[in-house]
Nanobody, 124 residues
Framework: QVQLVESGGGLVQAGGSLRLSCAGS????????MAWFRRAPGKEREFVAA????????DYADSVKGRFTISRDNAKNTLYLQMNSLKPEDTAVYYC?????????????????WGQGTQVTVSS
């Protein structure tokens, strides 16, 4: 049974930082492209960042480029999202997702497995 478990969310002031983690189990983590998506209150789910199997290629939504960094540690079966210079508009539930391919980018339909999400709240 595949599980993706996010952690690291919380309440932070604008300008602050958080580091999200996503621990995978029940899958060959290194065989999956990974990504972070988010859903803000009253909005559709949106792409945040993606990374290929070995971590050599990444992509970001324009809204987070230069502030967020996606990375992975395949030895630990863990995906990360370092979030700096947080803004109130970054408030959302953040989800990690896994796709059984080398790279899936922002195409949510390619992601087969999803975590339950972790809440990030940025106060102004």
């Amino acid at each position: 049974q595949v599980q993706l478990v996010e952690s690291g969310g919380g309440l932070v002031q604008a300008g602050g930082s958080l580091r999200l983690s996503c621990a995978g189990s029940g899958l060959t983590f290194s065989s999956n492209a990974m990504a972070w998506f988010r859903r803000a209150p009253g909005k559709e789910r949106e792409f945040v960042a993606a990374i290929n199997r070995i971590g050599s290629s990444t992509d970001y939504a324009d809204s987070v480029k230069g502030r967020f960094t996606i990375s992975r540690d395949n030895a630990k079966n863990t995906l990360y999202l370092q979030m700096n210079s947080l803004k109130p508009e970054d408030t959302a539930v953040y989800y990690c997702a896994a796709a059984p391919t080398n790279y899936a980018g922002s195409y949510s339909a390619l992601y087969r497995y999803w975590g339950q999400g972790t809440q990030v709240t940025v106060s102004s």
